[in-house]
Each structure stands twice: as structure tokens, then as C-alpha cells.
């Protein structure tokens, strides 16, 4: 299959996920996730009509958004685990960050945005739902904290929640995202946290099911990296 029947494939899942359980599937924002796949790639989802992408990689990022600056609307989004010497490039080349995941980082990424941009940048909070120590993310005790920091920068703007749940486990999946829900609700609720970043490939009719708003799809788009 091309690029593009795979992502009219993804975006008829996207589609039937959301009406399955009463929702407008334009209430899914799919993020196609083109890390480590070519520049051509991310051409050929862009010519099939996709605008937004998702880099993992602080200077990938950096090197596709210069390659591909002749593509008007297209937007980047940064998806991977982020570290606080690499905040300047995620402020200065994403439209938004799924991956904030301490304090610290809120407070620096602050401080980057604040130089980089005229407009507040767009954040998600990484939780690490399961607690598996492999995965990054800010344990559930500690999305206040990190609400309060991002919330103290003038040049952030929060959004929402993300996470990532254990591979290749639907029912664990399924917790996890059901999880996440609750901690939007514990923490403010759709008012302040409107956005849930969560669902990629395997999982993403579980993840619009338990109410994602943002789908993160790589491998069913562009193939196995």
C-alpha cells in the first residue's frame, strides 16, 4: 500500500471509532508520527492532504522543519520524551509539546518559548500511568506540580494530558487511557484540560473510545521504521 491509501485507511478507522460511540470524528486531531522516516515520506502524507506530524527527536525535528519549509500549514508536533538541553529547538520549530513530564522542564521550556515565540506554545502533560520505569513521564502524584509550573509561564499554554500505555496489551490499554480520563477529571476536568493525547496504532479505536483527542499514528501510515 502507499502512504496515502494507508492514511485513508487510518483516517476510516479514526472515522468509524469515533461514531461507533457517538462522537464527531472531527473531534480527533491525527497526528501522523514520521520519526525516522525520510523527508519524501512526510511529502507524500503532506500531498495526501495530512498537516500535522510528530517528531520524538529534538533535532530531527529541527532538520525536517527546515527541509520541508516550502509546505505551507504543515505542523509539528513534538511526541517524544524531551530533555531540558533540547527545549529550545521544541520551542522555536513545534506548534505544540505532548511531552512535558517535570517541573523542571516546564520551567525551562518556559524560558525558551518566551525567546522563541510572539504566541504561548501549546503543552501537554506526559503521565506515566502504569509506572513502567522504562517510560518517561510524571507519576500521577505529581501532575499538580507540574500543572502549577507550566501554568506559571506566561509563554506555555496548557492543554492537556498524554501518555503511553504497555505495548501490545489492549486490556491494559484500555486502563490506562480510562485512567488518564480520570486524572483529566481529578485535575480540573475538560475546562482546563481539554485535550488527551493517547492512542497510536495498535489501539486507537480503545484510546477515541475512552475519549482521546488526539491520536499519535506512525507505523500504520508510513510502515515499520
Known amino acids: 500500500m502507499t502512504i496515502a491509501e494507508r492514511l485513508a485507511e487510518v483516517r476510516a478507522r479514526i472515522d468509524r471509532a469515533a461514531l461507533s460511540v457517538g462522537r464527531e470524528p472531527t473531534t480527533v486531531t491525527l497526528v501522523a508520527v514520521s520519526k525516522a522516516h525520510p523527508v519524501a515520506a512526510i511529502r507524500q502524507a503532506y500531498a495526501a492532504g495530512q498537516r500535522a ?9 529541527e532538520a525536517k522543519a527546515q527541509a520541508l519549509v516550502d509546505l505551507p500549514g504543515l505542523v509539528w508536533h513534538f511526541v517524544g520524551h524531551l530533555q531540558t538541553n533540547k527545549a529550545k529547538l521544541a520551542a ?12 523542571a522542564l516546564a520551567r525551562e521550556l518556559g524560558k525558551r518559548a518566551a525567546r522563541e515565540r510572539v504566541e504561548p506554545l501549546p503543552v501537554l502533560i506526559e503521565v506515566n500511568v502504569s509506572g513502567e520505569p522504562q517510560k ?3 507519576a500521577p502524584s505529581d501532575i499538580e506540580e507540574v500543572m502549577r509550573t507550566v501554568l506559571a509561564q506566561p509563554s506555555l499554554a496548557l492543554r ?3 501518555t503511553v500505555p504497555p505495548a501490545r496489551d489492549r486490556s491494559a490499554a484500555e486502563r490506562v487511557f480510562a485512567t488518564l480520563r480520570s486524572l483529566r477529571n481529578l485535575h480540573g476536568g475538560v475546562g482546563v484540560l481539554p485535550e488527551l493525547s493517547m492512542g497510536m ?5 480503545i ?19
Not at 201 to 205: H, I, N, P, Q, V
Request: charged share 20%; glycine share 12%.
Open 160 to 162: 492537556g494530558l498524554m
Open 136 to 138: 518517561a513521564g510524571a
Open 92 to 103: 522555536k520549530y513545534a506548534a505544540a509539546v505532548h511531552s512535558v513530564d517535570s517541573a
Open 201 to 205: 496504532s495498535e489501539d486507537l479505536e
Open 53 to 61: 506530524f510528530g517528531e520524538s527527536y529534538a533535532q530531527e525535528l
Open 207 to 225: 484510546a477515541i473510545a475512552c475519549g482521546s483527542t488526539c491520536v499519535r499514528i506512525g507505523t500504520a501510515i508510513f510502515g515499520d521504521r
